[in-house]
């Protein structure tokens, strides 16, 4: 079992930087307008030759209600009736992509996420599910990993009912905050007994996996009350736990100009609060998985880390990242081969795109050799800790040491500093660098200096 984390304050201060969340390498700032739908059909073609297993991502932008704090693609209306023609056009490129698929490519994983995916009608999940079964080789017994992101305001025992119905076996719940006073600031009135009705309905009928995200940096949250709420959780007992650091960033995102930032707690108070929830939840039987994640010790996530199985993609952390990653929907990201590629974050041009028979491909990348390697890196170090330089170099045909020999002296610097061990045949990153672990993956990137780092959110 990998050694619990370890809390340093200094070492903490000294290397929490804005910085990618690695979701991919290279990140979706690096994308471009030069990779088109030409680039997504190669991609798809050699898919459908290598007969790889799918996952599919599919973004549901709606919501009836706005939270400040929230950077997601969403469009914010009490109109329902804009859900249909979005499922038209969502329909329509679920049929072109799938047509250059090979029906027989199982997928492994399926993710609704938003927006509010539950802000369908139960006649339009149902729609929407049987389109993607009638152009997909969706499993039947209940094998894969299928989740949704569920709001328990937007949910009912109905509601989970038929998302178990329609092969839906894992629920990630937004939770964020339980105190009234932090709920009122951010505009997300949510009890504690909607989201424990969601989550009794969600065990009764048999889902596989339970999620909460929680967020900590929050108006109006102090070390005190979001430690109340991390123990109402506990209670709970979900299977996994995203506690996310609040990046406030009103530039860039509308939504958070609402919030009061004179209400925000101050760097040390969210510094106590991660400090304080990692304590809860480790005492709890909870794992640290990496990057805001904890599972408990039987979760699949838990176990593919002991077994140095685990790995990461836009989905997060996963146990299926040797599958093809297609996004469907507005602003949804595709991960093919050594492909990225985004659709149109912009709701207009992604229905024009499709109402013309076009997908609405907008930018993305193919990764060089470079790229690949640095990825590998990358993963092997954000999810298991550790990276054993030969696999590396019979991978990619190198010498490891001499690749990235001018990154050596960072590297003995943070070994000196207790982040990482460094010895000749691999680096371990150590329990207090753990919590780090993304500012050592910062190293080894190679576009980081090129763009401002304001773009990213801060480590811890």
């Not at 600031?185 to 929680?214: C, G, H, K, P, Y």
């Not at 993304?438 to 801060?458: I, K």
């Amino acid at each position: 079992m990998l050694d619990a984390i370890r809390w340093d304050t200094d070492l903490i201060r000294r290397y929490d930087l804005a910085g990618p969340r690695y979701t991919s390498y290279p990140t979706a700032v690096q994308f471009n307008s030069q990779v088109g739908t030409f680039d997504l059909f190669h991609a798809l073609r050699d898919s459908r030759k290598a007969q790889r297993p799918l996952s599919l991502y599919v973004h549901v932008p709606f919501c009836a209600n706005i939270c400040y704090y929230c950077a997601c693609n969403k469009v914010i209306t009490k109109d329902r009736g804009r859900a249909q023609p979005y499922l038209q056009r969502l329909e329509q490129e679920i049929q072109l992509i799938a047509c250059h698929l090979d029906p027989t490519q199982k997928v492994e994983q399926l993710h609704f996420g938003g927006g509010t995916p539950t802000f369908l009608s139960h006649d339009e999940l149902r729609q929407l599910m049987a389109h993607l079964r009638k152009h997909f080789n969706l499993l039947n017994d209940d094998s894969g990993d299928y989740g949704i992101e569920i709001d328990p305001r937007e949910a009912d025992w109905s509601t989970m009912g038929l998302l178990r119905e329609l092969g839906f076996n894992r629920v990630s719940i937004g939770l964020q905050d339980l105190d009234p006073a932090v709920q009122r600031a951010v505009n997300r009135l949510q009890s504690l007994e909607e989201t424990r009705a969601v989550i009794d309905a969600a065990r009764t009928l048999q889902f596989r996996s339970i999620n909460i995200d929680l967020i900590y940096g929050l108006p109006r949250q102090t070390p005190e009350n979001f430690a109340r709420t991390v123990e109402e959780v506990i209670r709970l007992q979900p299977d996994r736990l995203s506690v996310f650091n609040y990046a406030h960033l009103p530039e860039r995102f509308m939504p958070q100009r609402r919030i009061n930032s004179d209400e925000l707690p101050t760097p040390a108070q969210k510094l106590e609060m991660l400090q304080r929830t990692i304590e809860q939840l480790i005492s709890a039987g909870y794992r640290y998985i990496g990057m805001d994640h904890f599972a408990l010790p039987d979760d699949e996530l838990a176990i593919a880390q002991e077994e140095s199985t685990l790995q990461r993609n836009f989905q997060g952390y996963t146990t299926h990242g040797h599958c093809d990653l297609i996004g469907l929907g507005v602003s949804a990201i595709s991960q093919i081969g050594h492909l990225y590629c985004q659709n149109s974050s912009d709701l207009n041009q992604y229905q024009n795109a499709l109402a013309s028979m076009q997908l609405a491909t907008s930018r993305g990348l193919l990764c060089n050799a470079d790229d690949r390697l640095r990825r590998a890196v990358i993963q092997q170090l954000i999810c298991n800790f550790s990276l054993e330089y030969a696999d590396i170099e019979q991978a990619f045909n190198i010498d490891f040491q001499g690749y990235f020999g001018d990154l050596w002296p960072q590297l003995q610097y943070m070994a000196k500093d207790g982040l990482i061990e460094l010895d000749r045949n691999r680096i371990t990153v150590l329990p207090a660098g753990r919590l780090l672990v993304r500012s050592v993956c910062m190293v080894f990137d190679a576009y980081l200096e090129q763009h401002s780092r304001q773009r990213f959110s801060r480590v811890i």
